[in-house]
Structures are given as C-alpha cells and as structure tokens.
C-alpha cells in the first residue's frame, strides 16, 4: 500500500519569500502524486498533479512541484508568496490499480508582512 | 454545476445518537468517498464507491455505513455516534481512469462534534 509523508508541520515564511513543501511518499511502481491546498474553513482544491512525463509540474496559483524518483519525493514550490496562501497543504498519492488515495498529515503555512 | 456539495455545514449529536450527512454530485463521477479530517492526522478515508451498487471500505470504516444507490448520491450513517467521531467530514468525487482515479474534487465539509 501507498504512504505519504509530509515532514513539516508548520511552515511560517514571509511574504515575497520563497516556499517549498516537503512531500515523500512510499510505493513500490510509478505512483500518481498530488497536491492540495485547504483554506481556513474550505474544502480541499487541486494545486496541480503529476501521472507521467516531463517531472517538473506546473499548477495553479504559481505553484510548481518536483517527481524526483530517485528520492522518492515530490516537493511543492512557489518563488514568492502572497498572503493569501496562507493554508494548509495536503500532499496524496494514488496508484493504479487501486482507486483509493493516501493523503499526508498537512503542512500548515503561515506568511508574515 | 454545483459540484460536490454536503450537508448539513454543522451538526451536533449526542452520544449514542445516528444521523446521516448527505453528499450529491452533479459531474456524474463514478468514483465517490468519504474522508473525515482530524487535527495532525490529515485526511483518513472512511469508505468509498466506485459505482452505483458498489461500496468498499477505507482506512477507518468502523461506527459508518453507506450505500450508493444513484451515481449522484453517497451518503454517510453514523449508527450510534461516539465523542471519538468528532471531526470534519469531506466528501469528493472524481472520474475513474481505467484502473486509478483523477482528480478529486472535495465538498464544503460537514464539522460534527458528539457531546
């Protein structure tokens, strides 16, 4: 089965500053990897999604993130945050054959002025 | 479209109560679930539906049931709820692609809390 960890609890970072979210996930074949993004008292929504080719993904909100195979990992950057992303990020894995996905325990990301 | 919309927003039981939240899509998404969201823990999956008729269950299925009787509905029963079930309850939906799913796409949240 697959797992995703996501080290970070909490990020504080300040606003124009750059942010990157760690995310590694465990499973043994090419998993499909996701990030998601959940505002105070929100539903979850889609950051951006890798299934295969090119590893560097592009998404929403100037959001970018990484497949690194090698590492097992797939951390999610932006080059210079804006207040408003100040939310929870919540990294998931599915794989095929297997309809469930795996979400990680979120990082919390704070921006300060 | 309305998407993926859940109610009620906010529900208290007390201990030993059952109730249902609801959840309805209208993208006609095969594949449906229930996650509930527990500070620290991220998103644990209840159970899930990959069609109408067909229910399976997730990482923490026990004190829940559910059905699927149309692709548009997925409703969630608590049978006797428990203050351990205090938490933020999502639904999503998503397409399935062949053996694996796309996109989730996630509801409002239903926040309970059992006294």
């Known amino acids: 089965a697959q797992s995703v960890t996501q080290p970070d609890i909490h990020i504080t970072v300040s606003e124009g500053a750059s942010l990157e979210l760690r995310c590694n996930y465990s499973y043994g074949a090419t998993p499909y990897l996701f990030w998601y993004v959940q505002s105070p008292g929100q539903g979850l929504q889609l950051l951006l999604k890798?299934?295969?080719?090119?590893?560097l993904v592009q998404g929403i909100k100037g959001f970018e993130a990484e497949f690194k195979r090698s590492q097992s990992s797939f951390n999610l950057r932006k080059p210079s945050v804006h207040w408003s992303d100040a939310a929870e990020y919540f990294c998931a894995v599915g794989a095929r054959g297997d309809y469930k996905l795996s979400f990680g325990a979120g990082t919390t990301v704070t921006v300060r002025a | 479209n309305a998407g993926v919309t859940q109610t009620p927003k906010f529900q208290v039981l007390k201990t030993g109560q059952s109730m249902t939240l609801q959840c309805a899509q209208d993208m006609n998404h095969e594949y449906m679930s229930w996650y509930r969201q527990d500070p620290g823990m991220g998103l644990r999956l209840i159970h899930y539906?990959?069609?109408?008729?067909?229910?399976d269950q997730g990482e923490v299925p026990n004190g829940y049931n559910v059905s699927r009787s149309t692709t548009e509905d997925f409703p969630l029963r608590l049978l006797s709820a428990a203050p351990s079930q205090t938490s933020v309850y999502f639904c999503a939906s998503s397409r399935q692609q062949g053996t694996y799913t796309d996109t989730q796409y996630f509801g409002p949240g239903t926040r309970l809390t059992v006294l």
């Open positions: 890798y299934f295969s080719g090119d590893t």
């Open positions: 539906s990959v069609g109408a008729g067909i229910t």
